[in-house]
């Protein structure tokens, strides 16, 4: 029977059999493989996925950092500067208020030493005669008036300055 079996048809059956057999086991050690690859590929994946979500995650909190940081900074400039405005108005208002009191002491001793101004400076006194020399020499003199006026522009133009220096010497970065 066992050389029935084994002519050429039954030789050709046994060595197909015994190929499917091998290919069948080189396909479940291929699969096997296949398996472990595709576990590491997914562990992989998902490592990168929690990498890139941890990722997200921090730079969303780093930029919220940074907002806090800004508004923080921008509150502590705006601070600075409000500061730089009240003192600059204080200091104007205090220097104008003391040039129009010189002027005001100024104007009341001139009238004072004066015999032709009489009573309200407003009021036109009697024409003066010829100025004498003493007189002549200040002459070239600005009226109380435009000379207030022009110091308080003065007073006015180096409150500017200041307030413009004070300003620029506010760093809006030094918080950071």
Excluded: C
Aim: charged share 25%.
């Amino acid at each position: 029977m066992i050389p029935r079996l084994l002519n050429w048809q039954g030789m050709v059956g046994l060595a197909a059999s015994l190929a499917l057999g091998l290919l069948l086991l080189i396909q479940a050690a291929e699969s096997r493989h296949w398996k472990k690859q595709s576990a590491s590929f997914e562990q992989r994946f998902r490592n990168e996925q929690s990498a890139f979500a941890a990722t997200v995650a921090e730079a969303r909190a780093a930029a919220e950092r940074a907002r806090a940081a800004d508004l923080v900074n921008a509150e502590r400039v705006a601070a600075e500067q409000r500061a730089i405005n009240e003192r600059t108005a204080d200091d104007y208002e205090e220097r104008l208020a003391a040039a129009r009191l010189a002027a005001e002491r100024l104007r009341v001793a001139a009238a004072a030493a004066d015999p032709s101004a009489r009573g309200d400076p407003r009021m036109p006194g009697l024409p003066a005669g010829a100025p004498s020399a003493a007189e002549a020499a200040g002459h070239d003199r600005l009226p109380y008036a435009d000379a207030l006026t022009a110091t308080e522009q003065a007073i006015q133009l180096d409150a500017l300055i200041a307030w413009v220096k004070a300003q620029a010497e506010v760093d809006p970065n030094a918080g950071r």
